[in-house]
């Protein structure tokens, strides 16, 4: 089946720091990606809608400025957190979409972001 | 908007027993997908089931079935012969075909096998 890899897995940085997450789809082409974020014991809230060539689509109440998206080729899309504080703390999740009518929706194993 | 409501926050059940999982949502969409996703404890998202809302027909997967009332809105997971390692959070999903075709999560609900 379809791959979606995310890396780092668990990232701890320090205040005022920027840091970045990798998603790649890894036997697919992936047009559209989608970031979300989960905080503990809380559902998956969506943060944007990431497609490759072009801006990010962000949802209401998220920073652009401060959660930057990157979709330069069909197999990567980045997040880079920047001038994390600790209230950014928390597990980021990518999602990749695929399949033969590209309905399915891939995740990547997510990454724990501490911000200290 | 698209809705997703998850009303149980937990549940237990013994290993071997069938569980029902509820799940009700809304949107003015004709065309549209759910799902339910399985998160372990290790935290990756794992699709156990898809439904097309065009298709009358219930879903199944294995020991996995949903329970599919269209009218009423309404999408409940039954795990048949339940297993310890069907112990994770399970989260309802719901997804519009055209425009952005985002994911719109439920709460989500833990469930718990014992043995």
């Known amino acids: 089946g379809a791959v979606v890899s995310q890396h780092p897995s668990r990232v701890i940085c320090k205040s005022g720091t920027s840091v970045k997450i990798e998603c790649r789809s890894l036997d697919f082409q992936a047009t559209t990606m989608f970031w979300y974020r989960q905080f503990p014991k809380k559902s998956l809230m969506l943060m944007a809608t990431?497609?490759?060539?072009?801006?990010?689509?962000?949802e209401q109440g998220v920073e652009k400025d401060k959660f930057l998206i990157n979709h330069a080729s069909l197999t990567l899309s980045t997040l880079t957190v920047t001038s994390a504080h600790p209230e950014d703390s928390s597990f980021y999740i990518c999602?990749?979409?695929?399949?033969?009518?590209?309905?399915?929706?891939?995740f990547g194993s997510g990454t724990q972001l501490s911000v200290l | 908007a698209q809705t997703v409501t998850q009303s149980q926050p937990e549940m237990s059940v013994q290993e071997a027993e069938t569980v029902t999982l509820s799940c009700t949502y809304d949107?003015?969409?004709?065309?549209?997908?759910l799902f339910w996703y399985k998160q372990p404890p290790s935290r990756q998202m794992i699709l156990v089931i898809r439904?097309?809302?065009?298709?009358?027909q219930n879903a199944t997967e294995n020991r996995f079935s949903v329970n599919f009332q269209k009218a009423a809105k309404s999408f409940s997971l039954k795990i048949s012969d339940s297993q310890l390692g069907d112990t994770a959070m399970y989260f309802c999903a719901l997804k519009t075909q055209g425009g952005s075709e985002k994911l719109v999560f439920g709460k989500g609900m833990k469930l718990t096998v014992n043995p």
């Open positions: 990431s497609n490759e060539g072009s801006k990010a689509t962000y």
């Open positions: 949107t003015s969409e004709n065309n549209y997908y």
């Open positions: 439904q097309e809302a065009y298709k009358q």
């Open positions: 999602s990749a979409k695929g399949g033969a009518k590209n309905e399915k929706l891939f």
